[in-house]
């Protein structure tokens, strides 16, 4: 059934309403990256911090300072961002937020607790270097990790509770008996606020690594080794690397989650089109026969619902669906592989240390350049996986804004001109992005001070 059905006389037209959807698309798309580095780069922070104290070497001081400066700037442009997203909420869905604002609305509310206390201590803490003790000054950093954390949680189950609607009832299209908490505390929560949170810190760990391993080629290409770029690429992709393996734990148990809940989204995810037993799993040009159902279910001859089994007017667009999913997945096993020879090499390298013969060549291992500018795209690869997770979880719940409750169509303004404020926002946010890589820019240049952070140290040293 097309959009222009489902719209009512005198609602927005089809044109308005796919650019309403485009609009919280590309402002959703723009602030996650933004609410992502907001969650890992604190805690990034604290770590290198954590490791000054520990060791009293200022290389990593100097790394701590430089990233939540980073992390300050990035603080205020995603404030902005979020502030847009919440006047979109009312602006472009009212019907939504004027039905369930109710039910949803103590999730908000708590974020923005989380939100003022993140932005108090990150206060302090940027402007408490070299006026606070060593430990007070890292100690005021733990809340801005907390809350970060936090308030990520709080908005989480907003959108898990759009899946998996709870906390209420309908009685004559009126909704009562409302219980915030029990909205809060729905059956998705539990996956998809880790998922995110595991998604944030890979995210930010990739991220901040690929712009030391530009920085790393270079000191290769010089024939010199930068200590202070060979740590800033060390510790977060490190933090990467071990969030790797467990997003993927997590990720099966999402799915399976799906698979139960959300038929219609796993079998679009999948590209199940017919209700069968012993379903195969495909993935590009792989199949193996029964290999979904056993993975799903832990029974090779299981029945899994495909899109026959749906009705024609609630099944989500499968193609683009099953397209973002599969980018999800492969984009995932490449930083997934990335993160396994990390390991592999750090291990390599630290039997190699202090021996001679054939394994001196393998100190060096974790430094290789071919492995450095696979790292350079990790940081990218991380973001688009994470967008097309998103892509998965809100077209996937198509056509419902409240899964099985409210339809879209249902929710969104029904003025019409609707498209001149997806180009309002286009504008503004390309002027935003200038403005914000231009200030990160200038952060990253490193000052002449910094030049004896780097002087020359064993081959493979790191430390």
Known sequence: MSTAQFLAEGAATPADFVAARQQMAFTLGFHIVLASIGIGLPALTLLAEWRSLRTGDRVY??????????????????????????????????????????????????????????????GIYLYGWDRLSPRAHFLTGIPVVVAGVLSATFVV????????????????????????????????????????????????????????????????????????????FAIPFTLGAVCAPLQVIVGDFASRFVAGHQPAKFAAMEGIEHTQAGVPFKFATIEIPNMLSLMVKFDAHATLRGMDSIPADARPPAEVVKTSFEIMITLGMFLLALAAWWGFAWFVRRRALGRAGRLASRVDLPWKPWFLRLALTAGGAAILAMEAGWTTTEVGRQPWIVYGVMRTTEAVNPSSNLRYGLYAVLAVYAVLAAATISVLRRIRRRPDADASLSGPVPVGSAR
């Open 61 to 122: 001081a100097e790394l701590a300072r430089r990233w939540m400066k980073a992390a300050g700037v990035l603080f205020a442009v995603g404030a902005v961002s979020g502030t847009v997203l919440s006047f979109e909420m009312g602006t472009l869905w009212p019907g939504f937020m004027d039905k369930y604002g109710q039910v949803f609305g103590g999730a908000f509310a708590l974020e923005g607790i989380a939100f003022f206390i993140e932005a108090i201590f990150m």
């Open 157 to 232: 189950t907003v959108n898990s509770w759009m899946n998996q609607p709870r906390g209420f009832n309908l009685v004559n299209g009126k909704v009562t008996d409302v219980s915030p908490l029990k909205a809060m505390l729905n059956p998705a929560t539990p996956t998809e606020a880790t998922h995110l949170i595991l998604a944030s810190l890979m995210v930010c760990g990739f991220l901040v690594a690929s712009v030391y391993a530009v920085a790393l080629l270079r000191d290769a290409r010089a024939g010199r080794v930068d200590r202070y770029h060979r740590l800033g």
